[in-house]
Nanobody, 127 residues
Framework: QVTLVESGGGLVQAGGSLRLSCVSS????????MAWFRQTPERGRTIVAV????????YYTDSVKGRFTISRDNAKNTVYLQMNSLKPEDTAVYFC????????????????????WGQGTQVTVSS
């Protein structure tokens, strides 16, 4: 069993920055692909970024490329999402998710691939 706890959300003006953190406990963190999703009433839950076990492979949805950076610290059992140049359309509840994989460079973008989810953290970007 894996428990994920997100933090770092909040209210920020457009153009500002936030860093989200997600701490994992319960299993060996380095065995898991880690991802960030976000959810709004209009769009539902969508992928934001993914990082492989080894951190050698990352994926970003087009709307955040060049603005967001996903990273992980396996020694601290933590995945991060650095969000810069935030826009009002980035407003959402952000969730981290984990899935255990064998391939150290593989990753998934589909929501139903992930077995473990955090409780979410609200990010609000004002215009």
């Amino acid at each position: 069993q894996v428990t994920l706890v997100e933090s770092g959300g909040g209210l920020v003006q457009a153009g500002g920055s936030l860093r989200l953190s997600c701490v994992s406990s319960g299993q060996t963190f380095s065995y898991y692909v880690m991802a960030w999703f976000r959810q709004t009433p209009e769009r539902g839950r969508t992928i934001v970024a993914v990082i492989s076990r080894s951190a050698l492979t990352t994926y970003y949805t087009d709307s955040v490329k060049g603005r967001f950076t996903i990273s992980r610290d396996n020694a601290k059992n933590t995945v991060y999402l650095q969000m810069n140049s935030l826009k009002p359309e980035d407003t959402a509840v952000y969730f981290c998710a984990a899935d255990r994989v064998i391939n150290s460079t593989g990753y998934f973008t589909a929501e139903n691939e992930y077995d473990y989810w955090g409780q979410g953290t609200q990010v609000t970007v004002s215009s």
